[in-house]
């Protein structure tokens, strides 16, 4: 179960400054998508819109036939219960416990005996790798472990919406890779709908379904991740193959200039376009699309390498063998 988002037209600003404007997009139902962009650019600003926390200046927000701006304030009570948010300063209570932080929605939103609650709190906990550390203090864990505790927060409800701002931020290399294999299991079980906002162009080139780009105060782009990754607009291929020449400069975009500061030939062509993570039982996700599919039906040519594995196998001639043991869901 998971439900789409419809956004139109969505315009926001803070006295003179707009942050973006125009912006207009659907979040697929159960679909993993990713929302990327410079620093600034409105992304955390666009997620508080999403769930109430911010009103738009002017456009609109689907949830479930509800509009989001327009909604009263017990009304949006019962939107926000079906998402899980997971904020980018994680928004711990400080003078709360880490498993009492995770407990709160369950207290406040579920009537569930505390029993109940501890076996959801521990659950979820080990789920993102914080098993024995109930008992501190937001001030007394690492960052990475705060992003965590606000995740194990995000899905104790079992949400139908998971958005989460930077979830990777703050975490080494490995247990990136761990959270992200989280999120791709997550959505096959649970079907929820997911959006995520990174800077990790690793992530954002294998994890999601859909890829977005803000930039210069409106959605550049949206779409499968294939269409994305394939791109030759200007700031879509300088963006997600961390390129240092085109339209995003230093004053507005650290990462992608700081990626490519080693150098290295300026490529012409976008870099191959990797698989896509699998769920760990080898399942295909019901929103998995056969590697090559948009591409195919656009008469896109892949880069070169694309949908090659580290182990050399090619998903594009191998997926039916890769997949045979599993039907795949219409
Ligand atoms: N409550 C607010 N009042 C006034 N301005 C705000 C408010 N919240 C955000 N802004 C401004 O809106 C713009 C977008 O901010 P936002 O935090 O959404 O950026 P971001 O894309 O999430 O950046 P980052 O990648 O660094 O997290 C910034 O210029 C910020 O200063
Ligand atoms: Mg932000």
Redesign the pocket.
């Known amino acids: 179960m998971g439900i789409e988002i419809r956004v139109e037209g969505l315009r926001k600003s803070?006295g003179r400054?707009v942050?973006w404007e125009d912006v207009t997009l659907t979040v697929p139902a159960s679909e993993i998508s990713a929302l990327l962009?410079p620093?600034?650019?409105?992304?955390?600003?666009?997620l508080k819109n999403l769930v109430g926390l911010l009103r738009p200046d002017r456009g609109h927000v689907y949830v479930d036939g509800r509009d989001v701006p327009r909604v009263r304030e017990n009304e949006l009570y019962e939107v926000r219960r079906r998402f899980g948010v997971l904020f980018?300063d994680g928004a711990l209570f400080g003078s709360m416990n880490i498993y009492d932080n995770i407990a709160f929605p369950l207290r406040e939103h579920t009537r569930r005996t505390e029993s109940e609650i501890r076996r959801i709190v521990l659950e979820k906990m080990e789920m993102v790798g914080l098993t024995g550390s109930g008992d501190k203090l937001p001030g007394e864990i690492s960052g990475g472990m705060k992003k965590r505790a606000g995740l194990a927060r995000a899905l104790v409800l079992d949400p139908e919406v998971i958005l989460a701002d930077?979830p990777d931020s703050g975490l080494d290399p490995v247990r990136t890779a761990y959270l992200n294999q989280l999120f791709v299991d997550l959505n096959a079980e649970t079907g929820a709908t997911f959006l995520i906002?990174t800077?990790d162009i690793g992530t954002a080139r294998v994890l999601p379904d859909n890829l977005g780009l803000?930039f210069r105060r409106g959605l550049v782009m949206f779409g499968p991740r294939e269409m994305v990754l394939s791109s030759t607009h200007p700031a879509v291929d300088q963006f997600f193959n961390a390129r240092r020449e085109g339209p995003i400069g230093m004053a507005e975009e650290k990462d992608a200039a700081d990626r490519t500061a080693e150098g290295g030939p300026p490529r012409t062509l976008p870099a191959p376009i990797p698989p896509q993570l699998m769920p760990s039982d080898g399942r295909v996700r019901p929103s998995m699309r056969r590697p090559g599919e948009w591409l195919a039906a656009h008469h896109v040519t892949p880069p070169p390498g694309s949908f090659v594995d580290e182990t050399g196998r090619d998903w594009l001639r191998d997926w039916d063998t890769l997949t045979a043991d599993h039907q795949r869901p219409a």
């Open positions: 803070f400054q942050v962009g620093s600034g650019t409105g992304k955390s600003v666009f980018q930077e906002v800077h803000l």
